[in-house]
């Protein structure tokens, strides 16, 4: 299951992730966005558990919670395909 994270610190580190989303089983991979412009975090992150139960688990847990001095918002990532169109800029 491909877990999006939000609302992240920019600090927050992709072994940061790691940890507290294996304490709920196994991580395939966490993948920090970062801005290519100034090389900083955007915020949010997409974290990937092979299995859905506890993916699941870690979601109602980890939801909600602190890491780095903010509230983590924590759910199940959207096919590309189901997220809004954004406004093209001139």
């Known amino acids: 299951m491909?877990?999006?994270v939000g609302n992240l610190a920019y600090g927050v580190t992709e072994?940061?992730?790691r940890d507290a989303f294996a304490q709920f089983g196994s991580v395939?991979?966490?993948n920090v966005i970062i801005d290519r412009?100034?090389?900083r975090s955007k915020g949010f992150a997409f974290v990937e558990m092979d299995d859905n139960s506890q993916?699941?688990?870690a979601i109602k847990a980890l939801n909600d919670t602190d890491l780095g001095g903010r509230?983590?918002?924590v759910n199940e990532a959207?096919?590309?395909g189901e997220r809004p169109q954004r406004r093209q800029r001139f």
Do not use: F, H, W
């Open 55 to 57: 993916a699941d688990a």
């Open 37 to 39: 412009e100034t090389g």
């Open 15 to 17: 072994d940061q992730l």
């Open 78 to 80: 959207r096919p590309r």
């Open 2 to 4: 491909n877990i999006y």
């Open 28 to 30: 395939s991979r966490v």
């Open 71 to 73: 509230k983590m918002r």
